[in-house]
T-cell receptor
Framework: QKEVEQDPGPLSVPEGAIVSLNCTYS??????FMWYRQYSRKGPELLMY????GNKEDGRFTAQVDKSSKYISLFIRDSQPSDSATYLC?????????FGTGTSLTVIP | NAGVTQTPKFQVLKTGQSMTLQCAQD?????MYWYRQDPGMGLRLIYY???????DKGEVPNGYNVSRLNKREFSLRLESAAPSQTSVYFC????????????FGPGTRLTVL
């Protein structure tokens, strides 16, 4: 079993839709949870991170962590065509980062 | 600040050839990482260096060697390239604190024929 599981999609939504992206994990030692956005042929860039359980909001983005279920989510409100990218979840227990495989998102104008 | 830079951007090798991928960061970060990214596999850690002078294996280290030349530079060497090493390679750096994120370079697209 992989440490981090993420549905690869692809996910296609109309502009303005609410998008939900999810990851599950197996290691209860994970404490920091990140979401990265990767545009085609570019390196990943951090969107936001959270520590332990709870919600964190940044503009149109909300990250949610449920440690009891080992489940994390990223919600994108009022999605825009510029949000079209691959979204990767990542989590760490220490020095090593564990990444999901990424979910490909396309927002259609 | 240039952030994290990688050279070369593209490379084609023949099986058995060797090469070194270069990475440098100008953010004074302690930790540096090498990943490979393959379709359906996501990002997988090859090696990392928690601080200058130290290196550790990640998830997929076989066939690779690394050198942390100084605080700024972290190189990845393929001694005898194999087609299975065809991938996109990313270098990243972080300050090392768990709350600090990794900053990624633009990647090197490597094809081994």
């Amino acid at each position: 079993q992989k440490e981090v599981e993420q549905d690869p999609g692809p996910l296609s939504v109309p502009e303005g839709a609410i998008v939900s992206l999810n990851c599950t994990y197996s290691n209860s030692a994970f404490q920091y949870f990140m979401w990265y956005r990767q545009y085609s042929r570019k390196g990943p860039e951090l969107l936001m991170y959270t520590y332990s359980s709870g919600n964190k909001e940044d503009g149109r983005f909300t990250a949610q962590v449920d440690k009891s279920s080992k489940y994390i989510s990223l919600f994108i409100r009022d999605s825009q065509p510029s949000d079209s990218a691959t979204y990767l979840c990542a989590m760490i227990p220490g020095n090593q980062f564990y990444f999901g495989t990424g979910t490909s998102l396309t927002v259609i104008p | 600040n240039a952030g994290v830079t990688q050279t070369p951007k593209f490379q084609v090798l023949k099986t058995g050839q060797s090469m070194t991928l270069q990475c440098a960061q100008d953010m004074n970060h302690n930790s540096m990482y090498w990943y490979r990214q393959d379709p359906g596999m996501g990002l997988r850690l090859i090696y990392y260096s928690a601080s200058e002078g130290t290196t550790d294996k990640g998830e997929v280290p076989n066939g690779y060697n690394v050198s942390r030349l100084n605080k700024r530079e972290f190189s990845l060497r393929l001694e005898s390239a194999a087609p299975s090493q065809t991938s996109v390679y990313f270098c990243a750096s972080s300050d090392g604190h768990p709350a600090d994120t990794q900053y990624f370079g633009p990647g090197t697209r490597l094809t081994v024929l």
